[in-house]
C-alpha cells in the first residue's frame, strides 16, 4: 500500500501563548514550521529555549491585551 499524502511545512511568524501558574503569556512573531493542512505549529530547539528563557527571566513586556473568558461548563444549557 503507497500512501501518497506529503505533508506540506510553511515557514511563518506565529504567536506562542503559554498558560503558567494561572497567567497566560503572548509570545508575538515567534518563527515555525506551520503544516497547511493541520495548522500544527513545529519550534526548532533554540526557538523553544528562548520563549522559555523569555518567560522565565519576567522581562517587561512589549504590551499588554484584554482577553474576554467564557465557561464552557456555565454556558452548557
Known amino acids: ?3 501518497n499524502w506529503q505533508e506540506r511545512l510553511v515557514d511563518k511568524q506565529v504567536t506562542y501563548t503559554l ?3 494561572g497567567k ?3 509570545i508575538e512573531n515567534v518563527p515555525a514550521r506551520v503544516n497547511e493542512e493541520t495548522g ?3 519550534f526548532s530547539f533554540s526557538t ?3 520563549l522559555q528563557q523569555m518567560i522565565l527571566d519576567g522581562g517587561e513586556p512589549d ?3 484584554q482577553v474576554p473568558v467564557y465557561n464552557y461548563v456555565s ?3
Open 1 to 3: 500500500m503507497t500512501n
Open 19 to 21: 498558560e503558567l501558574n
Open 24 to 26: 497566560i503569556f503572548l
Open 40 to 42: 500544527e505549529q513545529l
Open 48 to 50: 523553544v529555549e528562548r
Open 63 to 65: 504590551h499588554f491585551v
Open 75 to 77: 454556558s452548557a444549557g
